[in-house]
């Protein structure tokens, strides 16, 4: 993706629509209404430019990203509209809405939108915490397991013993609870302690005894 010519597309569109905006001069009432409408939608393009830009800019959190310009997007669209309505009652002289209220509309609009994107973004927050957590749990198994598929190479007369507890450790639930830490120290304590050799096949059936008892904990838990 060319960042650079996706950026100049992104102004390219604001300054069109900028444009479109400000052709409205040519043919309506300059009110106080009208300009407070066209500031208004200045205001709106404005914000999509920048959420579009920050799109193109994020490496992470995509998602998020993403969200930004799609609810500016609504933003813009429902503010013009509403003000599109109320200029064309003005001007038809069918209906004037006081200035204090239509910005008090607009106010409310604005804010009903921000609150939507404040909420995305402490969801994001939530979702990137959980998977650091994911990570690191899945982490610990896997390199319990790397552990094992180490000692199946060093102790290749075990191999069957040691294959049934790499295949435990690769279909655990990596999601455990905190209070079960102890045991899955226990399973590391007791794969490291193979690195001697001695009575690898009483140790591998105690880890899986242990691996078992520690996944139907982490059943029990959820």
Known sequence: MNTSNNKGRVIAIAVIMAAVLSAFFLVANITALFITAYGIAMFGVAL???GNLYLLSSGK???WAAALPIQIWRYLIL???LSTVFVLLDELSIFTLDIKWFALLHI???AFFAVLLVILKGGKEIIEKRGEVVKEKVATLRFMQTDVESLMRKFPEHEK????VADA?????PMSHASLAIYEEQIQRGILA???GANI?????ELLRQIADRNGKVKVLK
């Open 48 to 50: 999509f430019c920048l």
């Open 169 to 173: 450790l690769r279909y655990s639930d």
């Open 108 to 110: 409310v609009i604005f």
């Open 61 to 63: 959190s995509y998602p």
């Open 161 to 164: 013993d040691l294959k049934q």
């Open 201 to 205: 096949a009483e140790q591998c059936a």
């Open 194 to 196: 193979m690195n001697d």
């Open 79 to 81: 503010q013009v509209v």
